[in-house]
């Protein structure tokens, strides 16, 4: 019995490939039958017998036996003087079968064959990859940092797969070292020159909606969804949750007691600030708390234009745009809408204002300071409010502020 000796072969495929028994001999199989179509050109006559315990190979050769000289199909047929020399006891009408030995395909067709083994195992490795991690796409996995490069970290798997964390999926303040676990969420398979490459994410929306879930059970087990998260990595991020529980309050269940559950997550984040509100299709409520922690007055709706104008107090604008704009950012992600903010009484006009600051050459700095305690923090702010009620509110002079506010005019009216 001729045989090829796949052993090794077949504890790569089970041990180190992770290919099912089943794929690997319909792989194998598949392999020879193509050797026996460009051998004989057709296969229909043969069977590849795997044998995946022993790691042995049969093909086996079936033809009927007829008289001779009435061969039509050398394939399918042998004559009966023919079968007779292989075993004389043979009839006319039987089938013989017959093993074929691999040798007699030659040596570089088994060669072929064998590199064609291993392109096939090669493929199946790959789209066994692709599926699993696409199929996982979203999902919070663990990892060992391997190797860290200017623009991207390369870690492994529990089962040894590569992983990348670009730069630009990193939070800012991310540092890592080699041989760390990590956390992060499986955001997409690319493919790089045919070979996948799994993308990892910490600055992903998903990433945050992972750790909620793991952090809050009634997250987990359907009572509270999640809206909407918008997030600027490392900064600030927003999260629109509802309960279909009406005695469970989702914000205090999200945050915890004491801050209990939203800690974990913050740590995480590397000390992002994360506001949890509670979602609602009033969109007016939902800017209003979208624009968190500041405290809105009033506003205008243009739903036509999905525009918002909002008027805050003074005290309250910086709040409201947050630093370096963050905040109202994602107040207007987290909502589709494009917000605007006033002080509250200023005109939408865009009316000409100056800073109180690039007073601080006519106006002492101790000054200016008692002023922007009130929120009066330009020029105009105090000229909307009377001598009478700025002296009320702060802790200066009648005289003083008869000063400022004279300083204050004259500049406007040279300016106008």
Known sequence: MASINLIEAFQEFKDD?????????????????????????????????????????????????????????????????????????????EELYEEVDILDFGRRAILAAKQTLASRINDLKKNGLIKKYEDRIGEIISAEVYQVWKKEVLLIDEEGNELILPKSEQIPQDYFKKGENIRAVIARVDLKNNNPVIILSRTSPMFLAKLLEIEVPEIFDGLISIKKIVRDPGDRAKVAVESYDDRIDPVGACVGMKGSRIHGIVRELKNENIDVINFT??????????????????????????????????????LAIGRRGVNIKLACELTGYEIDVYREDEEISDEFDIDLDEFS?????????????????????ILKLTAEELERRTDLERETIDDVRKVLQQEFESED
Do not use: H
């Open 17 to 93: 490939e992770k290919i099912d028994r089943p794929t690997m001999m319909k792989v194998v199989e598949d392999v020879f039958k193509t050797l026996l179509r460009k051998k004989y050109g057709s296969d229909d006559n043969f069977d590849v017998i795997v044998n995946a315990e022993k790691g042995d190979l049969e093909i086996i050769r079936r033809r009927m036996i007829v008289e001779d000289g009435e061969v039509n199909d050398p394939l399918a047929e042998i004559a009966y003087t023919d079968a007779a020399k292989i075993e004389p006891d043979f009839e006319v009408g």
């Open 281 to 318: 299709t009033n969109i007016q409520l939902l800017i209003q708390r979208s624009l968190t922690p500041a405290k809105i007055s009033y506003m205008d709706l243009d739903n036509d234009k999905k525009q918002a104008n909002v008027y805050l107090k003074p005290d309250q604008v910086s």
């Open 361 to 381: 050459d006519e106006i002492e700095p101790w000054i200016i300071d008692e002023f922007k305690k009130i929120g009066c923090d330009t020029g105009r702010s």
